[in-house]
């Protein structure tokens, strides 16, 4: 079987045995919100997101695909770890990321195989305008016969148009699933449209993954993403621009976040703080937000939480946190794509009136989400417009002091 997209002609090979078992592997997902973390996370991470809908995305740590894959082996065959993984090689971050012309390490692609694990492709940075590339990673894929495409691309690939229509195009032609991994928007790309670009993606005919990325990913799962995976901490909810993927906050910021854990405010849609969650409690003590219904909370207020002792309180938050975000991915993955959108857009815009309400930052994923999904347009002729009775015998019958008794 061969094909053309923009003068490029593929060749599919060896799809006939391995392609079935790749499918059935992407049908385990079954819109599953993964957790995302590094190597040296892999214990906590599985402690917490081992149950039903959940499941592990492993990034490998500082190149160090060996280690990565020992601890992916010791994970499934001694800790029987049961919910679905993928391994990320990560090649497109740090000072010497590789571009998407690379090819896939087939070390890497055979290892994957040899766990029985979903073949996630080894991909390199996807550069606005690089077609070639883009082209290069879905042939590949196909190639392979039974591998998600990785595809980390700059924005622009879903912001712009042009690009949008013609990315959407090459991956249903080519037809193998994709994991995309978005580099976070800067001038002049709008970040609106890359959630409308998205929103698009997601709606083509082949299985689409949302990997390292924020609250988002319930926004994407809603959408009809078949797997989204949220970073367990800040530097895995997004890829940042520039070739070292560094944060533009700098290394005290993140060293500040490494040392405060962060608190999923589950009206909020966004993270805190545990310093300032206990200072807004302390500011705002009656808001019915600070109470919560998830497992490790148990019906108690988040003052439990954040005043526990410093050396077990990390646990305890993560794992309050991964309960809001199982709690949320259920009520967001309903059958209709439509509804699920709307209800995450109203979800959006009531997360952001609870930041206002105790003073806390704006979110702009919040904005560019309601921005993004469009609700129906409701027409007049739906509305029912009450009568106005013109009959002086019926004009003013009933008063409000005599109300209309029921017929005898």
Do not use: K
Not at 39 to 54: I, K
Not at 207 to 215: E, F, K
């Amino acid at each position: 079987m061969s094909w053309r997209v923009g003068g490029v002609r593929f060749v599919a090979q060896d799809r006939d045995v391995r392609s079935t078992g790749g499918q059935q592997r992407i049908g385990d997902l079954d819109r599953s919100l993964l957790l995302q973390c590094r190597t040296s996370q892999v214990t906590q991470a599985a402690e917490v997101a081992d149950r039903p809908g959940s499941g592990l995305v492993v990034t490998v740590d500082r190149g160090n695909q060996r280690g990565c894959l020992a601890r992916a082996r010791h994970l499934l065959e001694v800790d029987h770890y049961r919910q679905p993984v993928l391994l990320d090689a990560a090649r497109y971050v740090g000072p010497d990321r590789l571009t998407a012309s690379v090819s896939f390490d087939d070390r890497w692609i055979g290892a994957q195989r040899d766990l029985g694990l979903p073949v996630l492709t080894d991909s390199g940075y996807l550069a606005p305008a690089d077609t070639a590339g883009c082209l290069g990673i879905l042939e590949r894929a196909a190639r392979l016969g039974d591998a998600i495409a990785l595809l980390p691309m700059h924005p622009a690939w879903l912001a712009d148009p042009t690009a949008r229509q013609h990315l959407v195009r090459y991956v249903e032609v080519v037809g193998v699933p994709v994991a995309i991994v978005v580099e976070r928007a800067v001038a002049p790309v709008d970040p609106v449209e890359v959630v409308r670009g998205l929103l698009e993606l997601l709606r083509c005919a082949v299985p689409v993954l949302l990997l390292r990325a924020d609250l988002a990913a319930l926004g994407a799962l809603g959408s009809g993403a078949v797997a989204a995976a949220v970073g367990l901490d800040p530097t895995l909810r997004g890829l940042d621009p520039g070739p070292r993927g560094s944060d533009p906050r700098g290394a005290e910021w993140r060293r500040q976040s490494a040392g405060t854990p962060s608190v999923l405010i589950r009206q909020c849609l966004s993270y805190q703080s545990t310093v300032e969650v206990e200072a807004a409690i302390r500011r705002y003590p009656d808001n019915g937000m600070w109470h919560c219904g998830c497992p490790t909370c148990g019906g108690r207020d988040l003052t439990w939480l954040v005043r526990r002792p410093d050396a077990g309180r990390a646990g305890l938050v993560l794992r309050h946190s991964v309960d809001v975000l199982l709690g949320l991915r259920a009520e967001m993955t309903g059958p209709c794509v439509q509804l699920n959108q709307w209800s995450w857009r109203a979800r959006c815009a009531t997360a952001t009136s609870r930041l206002r309400e105790v003073g806390w930052e704006r979110l702009p994923m919040l904005t560019h989400w309601q921005e993004a999904i469009t609700l129906p347009a409701i027409s007049r002729l739906s509305i029912p417009v009450p009568r106005r009775s013109t009959s002086p015998t019926t004009s003013g019958r009933f008063s409000r002091a005599d109300p209309p008794r029921a017929g005898r």
